[in-house]
């Protein structure tokens, strides 16, 4: 019992000495987010900081203060449900530190998806306005630069189109091109669309208009079928992490029934321990998983 008081007060002085930071010791909080910014700008890969970048652009990046809170919250959750298993303190330092590391991933599978959705968006709108340019100039690259034109797309599909036409203009065909956005983009609607645009830019069709009106209605399907899929994986991971989070405390059931006294004679065996950890690390895992699966890439193939 005094052990778990000694871990409430020092989450209590944790806590109120990271408000103090934020508030008082700006000096000491600033020193802390430039030391983190210079080690992500050291070790981040150029892959993730063009996607954080982009990220940021958008306003959905996290905060300092944001992922200060996860860091308190990660930790005082480990921190106490480990310490509700083995009622020891050294143990619930150890878990709390473990938990903390994986905000870092967490956060980065955020990014992730982040940018996976708004490259879709982009696709999608990208596929949409050459259908509709086509029917009017009759030609791909033309099709193209009316887009480039419009301003409805950003980086990066905006600069990907532009060398699309770049490399039509210097190769004297499409095929190239149209290789390298696939390649960039791996989406059904993108391949699917631009290989309807080589077929007829070489073999012409009779009805390419109705040719066209189709693959609208396939990628207005993929699109529906992408965002109900968004839908669902977002139903999964509240009732997935729920339970998740409810078997951590299937352990007050366990000393409900034992009675606390016999619960923790029993932690003196080391097979327990043993046992209990695995549950932990076990869940843990299925819990990371599931997080992986709902932050996976949206509408990739």
């Not at 099709?143 to 004297?172: A, F, H």
Request: net charge negative.
């Amino acid at each position: 019992m005094i052990d778990f008081i000694v871990l409430i007060l020092l989450l209590a002085i944790g806590i109120f000495g990271i408000s103090y930071w934020l508030n008082k010791g700006e000096n000491v909080y600033k020193f802390f987010t430039d030391s983190v910014a210079q080690a992500y700008d050291k070790y981040a890969p150029y892959s993730f900081k063009e996607v954080r970048k982009k990220v940021k652009e958008l306003g959905q990046d996290y905060t300092p203060k944001q992922y200060l809170s996860q860091v308190i919250m990660f930790a005082a959750g480990a921190g106490v449900i480990s310490y509700l298993y083995f009622y020891n303190l050294i143990i619930s330092i150890i878990y709390a530190a473990i938990a903390t590391a994986f905000v870092p991933y967490l956060a980065y599978l955020r990014c992730n998806k982040i940018y996976s959705e708004y490259i879709f968006e982009q696709v999608q709108i990208y596929t949409t306005n050459v259908i509709m340019e086509f029917n009017t100039t009759q030609s791909f690259v033309k099709s193209l630069e009316g887009v480039r034109d419009s301003g409805i797309l950003e980086d990066p599909v905006l600069s990907d189109v532009k060398t699309m036409i770049d490399m039509s203009y210097q190769n004297g065909t499409i095929d190239e091109s149209i290789e390298y956005f696939n390649h960039k983009y791996p989406y059904h609607m993108v391949k699917n669309m631009n290989q309807l645009f080589l077929q007829i830019t070489k073999e012409g069709a009779r009805d390419s208009g109705q040719s066209l009106e189709n693959m609208s209605m396939d990628i207005d399907a993929l699109v529906e079928g992408v965002y109900r899929d968004q839908i669902d994986r977002k139903e999964f991971h509240t009732r997935f992490i729920t339970f998740g989070l409810a078997l951590f405390l299937l352990v007050m059931v366990m000393q409900f029934l034992l009675g606390v006294e016999s619960y923790q004679e029993l932690l003196g065996l080391i097979y327990v321990k043993a046992l209990l950890h695995g549950i932990i690390i076990i869940n843990c895992f299925f819990l990371i998983k599931g997080e992986k699966f709902y932050y996976e890439d949206v509408g990739a193939e």
